[in-house]
């Protein structure tokens, strides 16, 4: 069990390949997270607007559920 | 099965998975790149070979991807299942990525051992192109359409007509004769890969295949979230 990391005549060849995908799937894995975290984020903004109009909801009549239910079922999310 | 269809349940299920399948991913990638470099070379292609580590799963889980990706689309397509659609949705960006790295790192390894890095008439190489290609279109087709339900609809068919490319890809190196070896993994008489080089190269494909689960479920957590957030934005600008 010897690392060997001396790739010889084929190094002009072993580590492009490694390196290019070791790259793209940072990127990919990165993309994916920041995706996350920025939607989270903006719902978790607007579930907090949401919050403050209280009497607006009241007079919304049927439309007042709505919201709390998307809450309710998003309050478990994170 | 068909419970986990509903978006709040599966955002549900899907959330202590979440970390759990990060985490097996750079496991399994470390172990596998370790096990890659202390891997015996090969007595013919030397060094060479291990550029096999990160091309066969690149190719071989790009491949399974578009399998997802047509059959989210089918369920999209026929069931009208949003879950569905975004799970395909969900799919089109790392696959295309895996497909592009099998391209890539296929042509490097190409090189040094047949002389060339493309050969226009090798059919695996030109369905794995056309493959590539089924990915762009499915992603370049969603985003050229403003309306997202029509977006979706021509997407799906789009990733299911892609379906037929999948036997083409796979059975290219048996149906013509191709400069590209054919498979040697999955075969009648047990994989034709030396024992040395087995162990790195099953770790690298399950990395490869966990990875994807990792960035795919991700990515549908989001879009789940982000079709909320368009919906509370419109609920909004209708009340305003």
Do not use: C
């Amino acid at each position: 069990m010897v690392l060997d990391l001396d790739m010889g005549k084929y190094a002009a060849y072993v580590w492009p390949a490694w390196g290019i995908s070791a790259v793209v799937l940072a990127t990919l894995a990165a993309r994916a997270l920041l995706a996350a975290r920025r939607w989270s984020a903006e719902l978790k903004r607007l579930e907090n607007d949401n919050d403050r109009p209280q009497a607006a909801q009241g007079a919304l009549g049927q439309e007042a559920d709505r919201p709390q239910a998307a809450q309710s079922a998003l309050g478990q999310e994170k | 099965m068909f419970g986990l269809a509903n978006p709040d349940r599966f955002a549900r299920f899907t959330r202590p998975l979440v970390p759990v399948l990060w985490a097996a991913a750079l496991v399994l990638l470390l172990t596998g790149t370790w096990f890659a470099f202390t891997a015996p070379e090969d007595y013919q292609q030397g060094d060479a070979m291990r550029i096999m580590f990160v091309h066969v799963p690149a190719a071989s889980v790009g491949l399974m991807i578009y399998g997802a990706l047509g059959v989210s689309s089918f369920f999209a397509l026929v069931f009208r299942h949003p879950l569905a659609d975004a799970a395909a949705r969900a799919s089109a960006l790392p696959g295309a990525a895996y497909t592009l790295l099998a391209l890539v790192t296929g042509s490097i390894w190409g090189k040094p051992m047949w002389g060339t890095w493309w050969e226009w008439g090798d059919a695996r190489l030109m369905s794995e192109l056309i493959l590539l290609l089924f990915y762009i279109g499915y992603m370049a087709l969603r985003a050229s359409i403003d309306d997202e339900a029509k977006a979706a609809r021509a997407a799906a068919v789009l990733g299911l007509v892609g379906l037929i490319n999948l036997p083409i890809v796979k059975f290219s190196v048996d149906w013509w004769n191709t400069l590209h070896q054919p498979a040697s993994l999955i075969r009648a008489d047990g994989p034709s890969v030396a024992e040395g080089m087995l162990v790195p190269l099953l770790l690298m494909m399950a990395a490869y295949l966990i990875f994807f689960l990792a960035v795919w479920i991700t990515a549908i957590r989001t879009e789940i979230v982000r079709r909320r957030v368009l919906s509370i934005r419109a609920r909004k600008a209708l009340e305003a």
